[in-house]
Nanobody
Framework: QLQASGGGLVQAGGSLRLSCTASGRTFSSYAMGWFRQAPGREREFVAAIRRSIGTTAYADSVKGRFTISRDNAKNTVYLQMNSLEPADTAVYYC??????????????????WGQGTLVTVSS
């Protein structure tokens, strides 16, 4: 029900914008999050946005470089990634927060995981 797209190959310092599109149901009432998983590593939190636009959270590793936003009318969440680094290489996933009232950063508090999109940053 959630599909991430927009990944690709980019050089270090470049930018990409990921999109997470929902189908089959609306997610406007959910906080939404982006996670990533690099080869051989555990999934990690990247960013999240509450249903009320303006409240966001970021992992320290992406703060100041990534921006999460949402367009509820389009049932879509975006992740603008600037100043990309090789360490950002991973499969990126979006998900809807299903537990808790404040923004969650743990994957266990999210559901409706969609297929991810691969981001590869070359040095």
């Amino acid at each position: 029900q959630l599909q991430a797209s927009g990944g690709g190959l980019v050089q270090a310092g470049g930018s990409l914008r990921l999109s997470c599109t929902a189908s089959g149901r609306t997610f406007s009432s959910y906080a939404m999050g982006w996670f990533r998983q690099a080869p051989g590593r555990e999934r990690e939190f990247v960013a999240a946005i509450r249903r009320s636009i303006g409240t966001t959270a970021y992992a320290d590793s992406v703060k100041g470089r990534f921006t999460i936003s949402r367009d509820n009318a389009k049932n879509t969440v975006y992740l603008q990634m600037n100043s990309l680094e090789p360490a950002d290489t991973a499969v990126y996933y979006c998900a809807a927060q299903i537990r808790g009232w404040t923004i969650a950063t743990l994957g266990q508090d999210y559901g409706y995981w969609g297929q991810g999109t691969l981001v590869t940053v070359s040095s």
